[in-house]
């Protein structure tokens, strides 16, 4: 598989699009003590920013049929609409200063979704992008189908069922998704004092909430 110009031509001649890490991104969790990585399984098909679980705008990141709002909620953070739009920021924004606090978000695979896409080849390929990233960190969580990532050194991730709010309803995954995924069910697991989520929020002027799990 080769990567050219955003794109990646396989064996078969089968062009495939890649969204990797914006070079950004990557400075920012170059340089960071990663308490944290959450892994999701593929970019977002659409409007793809170059952070996995980012939306270009606020708009598309608190709707709450996709999975970018619920990971932040389960961080912690209490998003309103009106005081996003007020403050005029992005969501890149506090994407960028999570990395920096040591909470960090990779893709198990870089090449969007599609049927068969999400093979062996493409996780090689990103698990070059994300072992340094990955050997660093201090927790791991691992979202459904990223499971499969390899693991370095024989250490054990944390794995749950992915944000994806059809998960939330249906009858054999709801009490799972609400485990991992309600309300501040995150924010005791990379910060037990909270320091590091309480600093962003004070950056933005942002409330946060109570974790609720453990």
Known sequence: MRLIAGRVTSHE?????V??????????????????????????????????FCK??????VVRNGSGYFVLSALGFELSLD??????????????ELAK?????????????GEGRFDKEAR?????????????????ICCGKAKTI?????RDYCCVIHP?????????TKERWKKAWQPGALSWRWDEDGSARQRISDKFGWETVAATGN
Request: hydrophobic share 35%; net charge neutral.
């Open 13 to 17: 001649s089968e062009e495939k699009i």
């Open 19 to 52: 969204q990797q890490p914006s070079p950004e991104y990557l400075e920012a969790i170059r340089h960071s003590d990663i308490h944290l990585v959450i892994v999701g399984k593929d970019p977002f098909p659409k409007d793809p920013t170059g952070i996995p």
């Open 56 to 61: 270009s705008e606020w708009d598309a990141q």
């Open 83 to 96: 005081r996003l739009s007020a403050q005029k920021l992005k969501p890149q924004e506090l994407f960028l």
């Open 101 to 113: 606090a040591g909470v960090v978000f990779l893709n198990a695979s870089y090449v969007l979704p």
């Open 124 to 140: 090689s390929e990103a698990f070059k992008i994300n072992e340094p990233f990955l050997t660093k960190a201090t927790h791991v």
């Open 150 to 154: 390899p693991k370095i050194d024989g």
């Open 164 to 172: 994806d709010p059809r998960n939330r309803t249906k009858q054999a």
